[in-house]
């Protein structure tokens, strides 16, 4: 059983415990000590007192750190992919996945920390203009349960080498690899520089959001939660980096081969048993290859083993909780009364070795309609909806037609492909893959998926601002 302390200024700190459950099993994986409002604003002091010394340290002392973290990471992955397999359910190929591209984060911003540099702006007079990028200063991480060490290393590593310090959130429901691996961070970097307070959002995330001394916030999770620190964040005018929820579609066109989309819409729906931002949940598929993408679709549903993440044979695992569960098999539950038409799965299944999980069928809809609950609203679990669509511009329509702007992806060999692309009113789009996050690579949403972009130089930029410096060459004018 893993017990994990909160970090602050350096120490660890005693809390009360909370338990966190494997959605495989039932059973307790580990315990984490929970932060009060108390503990949130000692970290915050502690994140504050640490950094104008941080800010000051050289590049590569910062980028040392980085690699260190990095390095310690690889060194440990596979004790780590076992806790993430362990607190969250997913598939240890995933799992080991997320904590590879983890380390790679910090390797890719360690490698940055001597790379950012201001400008000289040509001025019309004789002034000298130069600017140059300096950290917000205190900086709160808010991490969302599925993707925990990717989603919150991002941020924490390009916080860390532009000088900022950082306070992380991590989830109530995956706490527990984050405490684990943010021991190395606590370990590298001075005293103060990293705080990790876990405890409900509620209490530790909303502190975070509205107190004055923290400098800058960046929040992954819920649209609903991402407008309550947006609003809490109003107060001190803290900027917030909001990576939020997504309604992914997938325009299949004929020109294509199906058998490879419906390969690579089913991957995207069923990975993480659909618990992703970016997950493929509609396809808007041309009538003319309709039923053949469905009947590969489901094929490829139906031959998906469930169970626990650690077997091998495995392909998909529970989604995270009991409540979970139960709203997705609402959600199947509407459809079928909206008139959809469910082609595969839709229940809890019926193996006996199941039932002390939070397990859903991989499930495919066919029929929907672009004003079905199913079609409209993220669902989070591992649900797809199919959509006929008779040509590009009504599958761009139905594509753009949500609140959701996170994730699109084209499927199509044909060159209109990138035009298709700059039609798309989402911030991630992909040709003939799924969405894929890569730490070079920028990440975000629009509209009420998110603001701003983190990741790759991005991610630079969004924990920094530019300070402009004016050098005055002739003198003032005697105009008094
Ligand atoms: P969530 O319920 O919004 O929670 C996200 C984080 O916010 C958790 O750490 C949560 O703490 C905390 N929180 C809850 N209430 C808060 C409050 N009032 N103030 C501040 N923080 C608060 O989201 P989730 O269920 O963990 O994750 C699923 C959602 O995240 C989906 O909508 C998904 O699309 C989105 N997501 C987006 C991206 C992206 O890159 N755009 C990536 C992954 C996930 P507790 O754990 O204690 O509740
Ligand atoms: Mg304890």
Request: glycine letters at 0%.
């Given at each position: 059983m893993h017990s994990f302390d909160m970090q602050i200024a350096g120490e660890p700190r005693d809390g009360e415990e909370s338990s966190v459950e494997n959605p495989a099993t039932g059973e307790t994986v580990g315990t984490v000590s929970i932060g009060t409002r108390t503990d949130a604003i000692d970290a915050v002091e502690a994140a504050a007192d640490a950094q104008k010394k941080w800010a000051e340290s050289s590049p590569n002392r910062r980028e040392r750190a980085l690699l260190t973290v990095a390095e310690r990471i690889e060194a440990n992955q596979d004790e780590l992919s076992e806790l993430l397999v362990a607190e969250t359910g997913k598939c240890l190929a995933t799992a080991k996945g997320e904590v590879l591209e983890t380390a790679q984060q910090f390797r890719f911003y360690a490698g940055i920390a001597d790379k950012i540099r201001g400008d000289t702006v040509p001025t019309p007079t004789n002034r000298f203009n130069y600017t140059k990028r300096v950290p917000y200063g205190v900086t709160a991480h808010i991490i969302p349960w599925n993707y925990p060490l990717l989603l919150g290393s991002r941020g924490i590593a390009a916080a860390l080498v532009t000088g900022n310090t950082v306070i992380a959130k991590p989830p109530s429901q995956a706490p527990l690899s984050t405490m684990w691996y943010g021991k190395f961070l606590v370990e590298e970097f001075p005293a103060g520089v990293v705080n990790i307070v876990p405890g409900s959002g509620s209490e530790i995330g909303a502190t975070l959001s509205d107190h004055p001394s923290v400098d800058a916030i960046t929040f992954t999770g819920s649209t609903r939660v991402g407008q309550q620190v947006l609003e809490a964040a109003a107060a001190n005018i803290t900027p917030v980096d909001l990576e939020l929820g997504g309604k992914a579609p997938a325009i299949v066109l004929p020109d294509t081969d199906i058998e490879n989309a419906a390969r690579g819409v089913a991957q995207g729906i069923f990975s993480n048993a659909g618990q992703n931002c970016v997950a493929t949940s509609r396809a808007l598929v041309h009538e003319d290859v309709k039923k053949e993408f469905t009947d590969l679709v489901v094929e490829k549903a139906e031959r998906i083993t469930l169970g626990s993440g650690f077997d091998s044979a495995t392909d998909m695992g529970p989604v995270i909780s009991a409540q979970a569960q139960d709203d997705i098999l609402g959600y199947v539950e509407t459809a079928q009364e909206e008139g959809a038409t469910l082609r595969t799965g839709g229940d809890i299944p019926d193996n006996p070795n199941l039932q002390d999980g939070h397990f859903v069928e991989p499930t495919v809809f066919d029929d929907v309609t672009p004003t079905m609950q199913i079609a409209c609203e993220e669902i989070f679990g591992p649900v797809l909806s199919i959509l006929s669509v008779e040509s590009i511009t009504e599958a761009v329509e139905i594509a753009n037609n949500?609140?959701?702007?996170l994730a699109a992806s084209i499927w199509t060999d044909g060159l209109h492909a990138t035009r298709i692309a700059d039609l798309l009113d989402h911030g991630l789009v992909t040709i003939n893959t799924f969405p894929v996050s890569m730490p070079q690579s920028p990440w975000g949403g629009n509209k009420e998926s998110g603001l701003g972009r983190e990741g790759g130089y991005e991610g630079v930029e969004a924990f920094t601002t530019v300070d402009s410096v004016v050098i005055e060459h002739d003198e003032m004018e005697d105009t008094f």
């Open positions: 949500s609140p959701y702007a």
